[in-house]
Nanobody, 121 residues
Framework: QVQLVQSGGGLVEPGGSLRLSCAAS????????TYWYRQAPGKQRDLVAT???????NYTDSVKGRFTISRDNAKNTLYLQMNDVKPEDTAVYYC???????????????WGQGTQVTVSS
């Protein structure tokens, strides 16, 4: 069992920066692929960024060049550095950890509690 506890988030002005953190319990974190998702009001939850257990990263097009996903296996923590944020980045952000090849909502997929990010002047 893995528990994910998120921190960070809040209100930020357009063009500003924010860092989200996701701390994992247990010793299996390093074996999991890890993800950041976001869900805007009235919309589905969408994948934002991925970093695999092997360190391979991927981003959705809308955040490429602005967001950076990283992980520190020694600290069991996943990060999302958000730079040059835009109003359309406003959403609840969720971290996720699961075994490679598994589905996001299948058993054995673990989610953080979610954190609100609001981009507004």
């Amino acid at each position: 069992q893995v528990q994910l506890v998120q921190s960070g988030g809040g209100l930020v002005e357009p063009g500003g920066s924010l860092r989200l953190s996701c701390a994992a319990s247990g010793s299996l974190f390093r074996l999991y692929d890890t993800y950041w998702y976001r869900q805007a009001p009235g919309k589905q939850r969408d994948l934002v960024a991925t970093v695999t257990s092997g360190g391979r990263r991927n981003y959705t097009d809308s955040v490429k060049g602005r967001f950076t996903i990283s992980r520190d296996n020694a600290k069991n923590t996943l990060y999302l550095q958000m730079n040059d944020v835009k109003p359309e980045d406003t959403a609840v952000y969720y971290c996720n950890a699961r075994a490679a090849g598994s589905r996001p909502y299948a058993p054995g997929s673990y989610w953080g509690q979610g954190t609100q990010v609001t981009v507004s002047s």
